[in-house]
């Protein structure tokens, strides 16, 4: 019994227009960073309880602004917790698409496999003398294993 767990039908024409879509929003999203690992270990990252802490702060900060010495940059600290509102829920709604997009790669995969297992289950029961023992022998070097490596002994001192 073949496995069908979906089966897509994009056309050339879906297909272009996701290309045009996802052009747009890295257009659109042009202003998005990417962090290396040293920069990602090294700044500091705001979790929920501290995001709470950020928010109440810059709000008294922002009614009480003759006590903010000239060298904080309120006014860009609330264009950031703006910016981080309205970008939330747009990134909620990416990784969503990107989890389903991810779940069908992985479908459409395991489809293939599913049936290209049975497919040489079939050739190597019913292709025995009919001209693709060749072929078969090439498909069967995806099963080969090779003998595990010796390990060497440890040094014992």
């Known amino acids: 019994m073949s496995q069908n767990l979906i089966s897509l039908t994009l ?3 879906d297909y272009a227009e996701i290309d045009s879509a ?12 990417s962090l290396d690992t040293d920069e990602r ?9 501290s995001e709470a802490f950020c928010r109440r702060t810059l709000v008294v900060m922002s ?4 006590l903010i010495p000239a060298g904080v940059d309120l006014p860009e600290a609330l264009r950031d ?37 049975e497919g040489y289950a079939l050739l190597k029961v019913l292709g025995k003398g009919s001209g693709l023992d060749a072929l078969r022998r090439d498909m069967a070097s995806r099963f ?6 010796a390990k060497a002994p440890a040094n014992v001192a």
């Open 144 to 149: 080969s294993r090779k003998p595990p490596a």
């Open 11 to 13: 056309t050339e024409a």
């Open 81 to 117: 917790m703006a910016q981080l509102d309205a970008l939330r829920p747009r990134i909620t709604r990416l990784r969503k698409l990107l989890g389903r997009a991810e779940d069908s790669e992985m479908a459409l995969g395991s489809d293939m496999m599913a049936t290209a297992l």
């Open 41 to 49: 270990r090294a700044i500091s990252k705001m979790g929920e309880k």
């Open 63 to 66: 009614e009480h602004p003759d």
């Open 22 to 33: 996802l052009a747009t929003l890295d257009a659109k999203l042009s202003g998005l960073i």
